[in-house]
């Protein structure tokens, strides 16, 4: 393991438990001035994500105007602030991103909606059900103004206070799950590296150790510094033409402008946490992650399928969760929403999460919904008709050795 030390993340303070008593909300468009940093709405917006200990690396602001500066969706709509005020003080804020979904051609009409998604995937700030309804009610009024199709949430889970407040109805937008919400598995740390691996039984330890003897004389590299980054593309690019994601989803590390920007903030604000996995000289595996108040997302993940059959995704793992017990643990280890079968092993609790659009009320979202609806049913139904069959693994496994 390289030695590189990681600095943890610079406590935040607790949000202040107060009651709003004067609440309004204000709607502005994210514009030059607050690239330059002269505005005062970035101030405040960069003050409110400082106060939230919940709050995730992407709601930062120059992490949003970062990826605001390479974007191909401003076209159709600005990128918009909304913040949700008491009195004069901002509370609360939300962050809407351009995004376009769509443009399908394969089953019936093709739909190209043109909307946004919530940066961070939450709502920065107060909890305060009274704060969040506010910020969703100017969200709708927005949509309607604009006429966006939706405001994305991604991989929002069900125990999130903002999942139930977007599945009322206080705030006339019509929530939409395109696909099921799914298992998202976690590992809450314990405070020693023992004490996590006494939750396994001594089979699957000893099945662990014997898979990890086939990758013995690799080494795993911990990217975490800016000047490590460059290379880090490099080899994780070499690595994603390899991967089965590759064949079906296209290049997923494209080692250009934007990620080296991207991941180079990250590591600035030493939130940055990504593996690499070497046999001699070869890059095998990587891990691309972030860590920032206690908690490590698990963000995107690829290896050489000519390793396949050694798990190098499950060593890396194992090793990450090694370093982890070394360098600044954090509280929680999040895989983020999917199923894997390694992430039911080393995960010590689970939830739901899923991707929820919130669509304006009208003949179009209706129309959207019965689609998009009638698409998952006809999946589900090909899917169980697979697995029925004893099929769906078996492709699974097929797609993703590339043995074609």
């Not at 992430?343 to 669509?359: D, P």
């Amino acid at each position: 393991m390289t030695d590189i030390q990681l600095a943890r993340p610079v406590a935040a303070q607790p949000t202040v438990n107060t009651q709003p008593t004067d609440l309004h909300t204000r709607t502005l468009s994210i514009d030059e001035a607050f690239h330059q940093h002269v505005a005062a709405d970035y101030w405040a917006w960069r003050a409110v994500f400082e106060n939230d200990q919940h709050a995730r690396i992407h709601q930062h602001p120059d992490f949003v105007l970062t990826e605001l500066g390479f974007s191909r969706e401003a076209l159709h709509h600005r990128p918009t602030l909304i913040s949700c005020l008491d009195k004069n003080k901002t509370i609360g804020a939300a962050v809407l991103v351009p995004k376009s979904i769509g443009g399908e051609k394969k089953f019936g009409p093709a739909w190209n909606l043109k909307g946004y998604r919530l940066a961070g995937n939450r709502l920065i700030g107060s909890s305060d059900p009274r704060v969040q309804s506010s910020l969703l009610k100017e969200i709708s009024n927005h949509l309607a103004t604009t006429k966006a199709d939706f405001l994305l949430v991604e991989d929002l889970e069900t125990t999130d206070p903002l999942f139930e407040q977007v599945s009322n109805n206080s705030h006339d937008l019509l929530p939409f799950h395109p696909v099921p919400v799914q298992a998202r598995h976690m590992i809450e740390l314990p405070e020693t590296h023992d004490e996590y691996w006494a939750k396994f039984n001594s089979k699957t330890r000893g099945t662990i150790r014997r898979k990890a003897k086939q990758l013995s004389d690799c080494r795993v590299e911990r990217i975490s510094k800016p000047f490590q980054i460059p290379d880090f593309l490099i080899a994780a690019q070499q690595i994603s033409r390899q991967t089965w994601q590759n064949d079906l989803l296209g290049l997923r590390i494209q080692n250009d402008e934007f990620e080296l920007q991207l991941f180079t903030f990250l590591a600035t604000q030493d939130a940055l946490r990504a593996y690499l996995l070497w046999d001699g000289d070869t890059p095998v595996s990587f891990v691309i992650g972030y860590q920032f108040n206690g908690v490590f997302h698990y963000e995107e993940v690829g290896y050489n399928r000519e390793y396949a059959q050694k798990s190098p995704g499950q060593y890396l793992v194992v090793s990450m969760l090694a370093d982890m017990y070394e360098h600044e643990r954090p509280d929680v280890f999040d895989f983020g929403g999917g199923h894997a079968d390694y992430k039911r092993m080393f995960g010590t609790r689970v939830s739901e999460s899923g991707n929820v659009w919130l669509l304006r009320p009208g003949l179009r979202s209706k129309m959207i919904m019965s689609y998009f609806n009638g698409r998952q049913a006809m999946t589900q139904s090909i899917r169980r008709t697979l697995d029925r069959f004893g099929l769906l693994d078996r492709l699974r496994k097929f797609t993703r050795r590339g043995l074609r």
